[in-house]
Nanobody, 124 residues
Framework: QVQLVESGGGLVQAGDSLRLSCAAS????????MGWFRQAPGKEREFVAG????????YYGDSVKGRFTISRDNAKNTVYLQMNSLEPEDTAVYYC?????????????????WGQGTQVTVSS
């Protein structure tokens, strides 16, 4: 069992930065890939970024490439999402998730555990 708790969301202006954190409990953290997803009202949950179990490989959704950076600290059981140059279109609830594998999947169903989500709102 893995429990995930996100933090760091908030209300910012366009062009600002935020860093989300996701603290994980459980012994399996370093053996699975981690991902960030987001869901805006009326839209499907969207893959934002993922990092492999070692942190050596990262993947990003097209809409955030070049602006967001995912990283992890296995010693702290924590995964981060650094979000720069935020846009109003980035407004959503952001979810941290633990994959079923060590490599990074991009589909919702390939993730076994989810956090409760943290709201990010970007005003224009």
């Amino acid at each position: 069992q893995v429990q995930l708790v996100e933090s760091g969301g908030g209300l910012v202006q366009a062009g600002d930065s935020l860093r989300l954190s996701c603290a994980a409990s459980g012994r399996t953290f370093s053996s699975v890939a981690m991902g960030w997803f987001r869901q805006a009202p009326g839209k499907e949950r969207e893959f934002v970024a993922g990092v492999s179990k070692s942190g050596g490989s990262t993947y990003y959704g097209d809409s955030v490439k070049g602006r967001f950076t995912i990283s992890r600290d296995n010693a702290k059981n924590t995964v981060y999402l650094q979000m720069n140059s935020l846009e109003p279109e980035d407004t959503a609830v952001y979810y941290c998730a633990a994959a079923r594998t060590g490599w990074v999947p991009t589909l919702v169903n390939d993730y076994a555990y989810w956090g409760q989500g943290t709201q990010v709102t970007v005003s224009s």
